[in-house]
């Protein structure tokens, strides 16, 4: 039973199990930067403080709307947390509760939550929808933490990470292999009546016709890009791993300069979800994967409540598929999940694998 299809009384567990690691990463903030877990003012980063306090509203928001938890009201909750309407450079500049008041805020959050979640009689996908969103939110969060973490120098306990290595790493026996992939009509995304929960951007169902294409069974690796360093004098990523570990911390554009130079190219994101599914020799799971595909719509793109999860940023960012061994929850791990972010972010935990030409 994974996360999308879980029963009320799984998804419980789930929630505790996500909080447990929230809060395992807090510590590790307050043991570097002292309990304000002040942080520099970036484009890629939240005050964590802020952060916190906004994973508690998120799941208030949609489970417990009457929730105002110690503020004077709901709207005053909604004016420090509501990430729709609060600017990001200003969350550095607002009154924020202390991180003993904002932990205490989760708690109470999170016990009525499960409260709710004990009395619910259903275990239907509508009725157990938003406790599903509010359990992916906060393990997106943790990822967030973690990535922003090793960019500040933070040390991260063992627990969190081990608990979120997924999916195997590849072999040495697979850096090389290169698989071939018929041609065929691909369905990309997931069908209306799927079973569970499916993110907004995921529907859409729609048939992608794919030439024949051979594609690495891996992402590109450290021995792999580094010569395209020496040889095209680009700047050194900041932290370099072992030849035989997945290259990370890589942006669109120098992923794909290096295929411009290896004479390959990035796979779609239909490329890449076909041979996820259909080649059992395709490994992922490592990085997140740059895709050549600019995030749009499928065809009837409906918004879900939670409508500014993916509308706002069509046409913005590029497509990643696949996983982060190490920081992405194995719960939201997917061959169909649309990660997305602007092409520059050298700080998120993404490399990419490439196709013949």
């Given at each position: 039973m994974t996360a999308r299809t879980a029963n009320a009384k799984a998804l419980a567990s789930k929630l505790q199990d996500s909080r447990q690691r929230t809060l395992a990463l807090a510590d590790a903030y307050a043991a570097a930067l002292g309990e304000s877990l002040l942080v520099p003012r970036r484009d890629t980063l939240n005050p964590p403080l802020w952060e916190l306090g906004h994973i508690a509203w998120f799941a208030d928001h949609w489970l417990c709307g009457h929730a105002s938890r110690g503020f004077a009201s709901v709207t005053a909750y909604d004016a420090l947390y509501d990430s729709s309407a609060v600017p990001h450079d200003s969350r550095w500049d607002l009154p924020l509760p202390t991180l003993v008041q904002t932990?205490?805020?989760?708690?109470?959050?999170?016990?009525?939550?499960?409260?709710?979640?004990?009395?619910?009689?259903?275990?239907?996908?509508?009725?157990?929808?938003?406790?599903?969103?509010?359990?992916?939110?906060?393990?997106?969060?943790?990822?967030?933490?973690?990535?922003?973490?090793?960019?500040?120098?933070?040390?991260?306990?063992?627990?969190?990470?081990?608990?979120?290595?997924?999916?195997?790493?590849?072999?040495?026996?697979?850096?090389?292999?290169?698989?071939?992939?018929?041609?065929?009509?691909?369905?990309?995304?997931?069908?209306?009546?799927?079973?569970?929960?499916?993110?907004?951007?995921?529907?859409?169902?729609?048939?992608?016709?794919?030439?024949?294409?051979?594609?690495?069974?891996?992402?590109?690796?450290?021995?792999?890009?580094?010569?395209?360093?020496?040889?095209?004098?680009?700047?050194?990523?900041?932290?370099?791993?072992?030849?035989?570990?997945?290259?990370?911390?890589?942006?669109?554009?120098?992923?794909?300069?290096?295929?411009?130079?290896?004479?390959?190219?990035?796979?779609?994101?239909?490329?890449?979800?076909?041979?996820?599914?259909?080649?059992?020799?395709?490994?992922?799971?490592?990085?997140w994967e740059w895709t050549a595909s600019t995030f749009e719509p499928y065809p009837n793109f409906v918004p879900h409540a939670y409508a500014d999860y993916s509308a706002p940023w069509f046409g913005t960012r590029q497509v990643l598929r696949g996983a982060a061994a190490g920081a992405t929850s194995a719960r939201i791990a997917h061959p169909k999940y649309r990660n997305f972010f602007t092409p520059e972010r050298t700080d998120i935990f993404a490399g990419f694998r490439s196709c013949a030409i």
């Open positions: 932990r205490a805020r989760m708690q109470a959050s999170l016990d009525e939550i499960l409260s709710k979640l004990a009395a619910e009689t259903s275990d239907d996908d509508e009725t157990l929808y938003f406790y599903r969103l509010a359990l992916f939110h906060e393990d997106m969060h943790a990822e967030a933490a973690i990535y922003s973490a090793k960019n500040l120098d933070i040390a991260i306990p063992k627990n969190p990470l081990q608990a979120t290595s997924h999916v195997a790493c590849a072999s040495a026996d697979f850096i090389k292999t290169t698989l071939s992939i018929p041609a065929q009509m691909w369905l990309l995304g997931s069908p209306a009546q799927a079973a569970g929960f499916v993110f907004d951007n995921e529907l859409g169902q729609h048939e992608v016709a794919l030439p024949a294409f051979e594609i690495n069974s891996r992402v590109v690796t450290w021995a792999e890009y580094l010569p395209f360093i020496a040889a095209t004098n680009r700047e050194m990523p900041r932290l370099v791993g072992e030849p035989n570990e997945a290259a990370v911390h890589i942006n669109w554009f120098d992923a794909k300069a290096w295929c411009d130079w290896a004479g390959r190219r990035l796979p779609t994101e239909a490329e890449w979800e076909c041979a996820a599914m259909t080649d059992s020799h395709f490994t992922w799971g490592e990085v």
